[in-house]
């Protein structure tokens, strides 16, 4: 599944663009859970979600983007800051594309994940994924930033593909 927002948002594959795709020679980035990654070069990054999230920002304008793969919603007091935690790792997402020359203002957020692994009950009292989720909504809503489109909860994981260099994202449910 490609998972792609309203017409024209962060593009679209089309027999226009798909020749030109293949010549395109993406670096190749696995995520681990607590990672994130941004880039100026075309990178293709893939990770694996269950109850965690990834939160992929892109900026058309300047065809760069980057993902975070964050198991917890928000850092304790005392906890180091670490993007293991969702609002370090998307407030360090954001700083990263800013620092490769983003403006905050020409991005959008594509956010995945967010499964519940252990089944039903869980899911209707707000586990793990559900939190997470919430915490990226909130937190991409504080800062502005749109969500162009999402594929979150249920019961199963996911791999995602992201493209950096045109904001595209696959989706295999697993």
Not at 21 to 49: M, N
Not at 114 to 135: D, I, P
């Amino acid at each position: 599944m490609i998972i792609d927002g309203p017409s024209g948002a962060w593009g679209a594959i089309d027999e226009r663009t798909s020749s030109r795709d293949r010549d395109i020679a993406r670096v190749k980035v696995y995520l681990h859970a607590g990672q994130l990654f941004a880039a100026s070069d075309p990178c293709e990054i893939t990770t694996i979600l269950g109850s965690c999230v990834a939160v992929c920002l892109f900026d058309p304008s300047r065809r760069l983007g980057g993902a975070n793969h964050y198991l917890l919603p928000i850092r304790p007091g005392a906890a180091h800051a670490s993007p293991r935690f969702g609002n370090v790792a998307i407030a360090e997402l954001l700083e990263r594309l800013v620092g490769l020359g983003s403006r905050k203002r020409d991005l959008g957020a594509k956010v995945f994940g967010g499964a519940t692994l252990t089944g039903g009950a869980r899911a209707v009292a707000g586990g793990l994924g559900a939190k997470n989720v919430e915490l990226a909504r909130d937190v991409l809503a504080r800062e502005g930033l749109p969500i162009i489109a999402e594929d979150v909860g249920g019961e199963r994981g996911r791999k995602i593909v992201l493209r950096t260099d045109d904001g595209i994202v696959w989706v295999k449910k697993l």
